[in-house]
């Protein structure tokens, strides 16, 4: 696949044509703590559903979603759901390697998980692919009344760091 100046995304088919050149692909990272709710967020972005009795996740797993946009581009995202257990930690940067984009999420109740968040986007602003878009998600806004993590320290994150959009979601959002 013939790589385009937008950073990790590619043409889907590899074609230079003008009637190809709105079908993209592009490398989805997600990182984060274990239990902070990247597999249930990838979920509810493939398949419209939260599942309350999802279970940890092994290793990494693999996804796809395709969108159509309001300019006729297409654009086909390969997902890669990693493991948060800190023995797959080493793996990360097989999974991040070439990525377009990465979901960096945290429970909004756990300040151990913001701050393994914090790691994870300075890492990927060192090792990512150049331009990396981030986004810093803080996970279970529904549970507000347990947060321990003001939603300021995400925004904080973001004005420190480059290239980092912030926003918090719930399995209902």
Request: charged share 20%; hydrophobic share 40%.
């Amino acid at each position: 696949l013939a790589a385009r100046s937008t950073g990790g995304l590619n043409n889907i088919n590899g074609s230079s044509s003008a009637a190809d050149s709105n079908d993209l692909r592009a490398k989805l990272v997600l990182l984060g703590d274990s239990g902070v709710g990247k597999s249930c967020i990838v979920l509810r972005f493939v398949r419209g559903q939260f599942d309350p009795t999802s279970k940890v996740t092994v290793g990494a797993s693999f996804l796809s979603q395709t969108l159509a946009l309001e300019d006729s581009t297409i654009v086909k995202f390969e997902i890669w759901d990693t493991a948060g257990q800190e023995r797959y930690a080493a793996l990360a940067p097989l999974y991040y390697r070439g990525a377009a984009a990465a979901v960096v999420v945290y429970d909004i109740t756990s300040p151990e998980s913001f701050k393994k968040a914090q790691y994870w986007v300075k890492e990927l602003q060192k090792h990512g692919s150049p331009g990396i878009v981030m986004v810093l998600v803080g996970n279970k806004a529904d549970l507000h009344e347990s947060r321990s993590v003001p939603s300021q320290g995400g925004t904080r994150v973001c004005r420190e760091e480059q290239h980092v959009i912030h926003g918090d979601v719930s399995k209902n959002i």
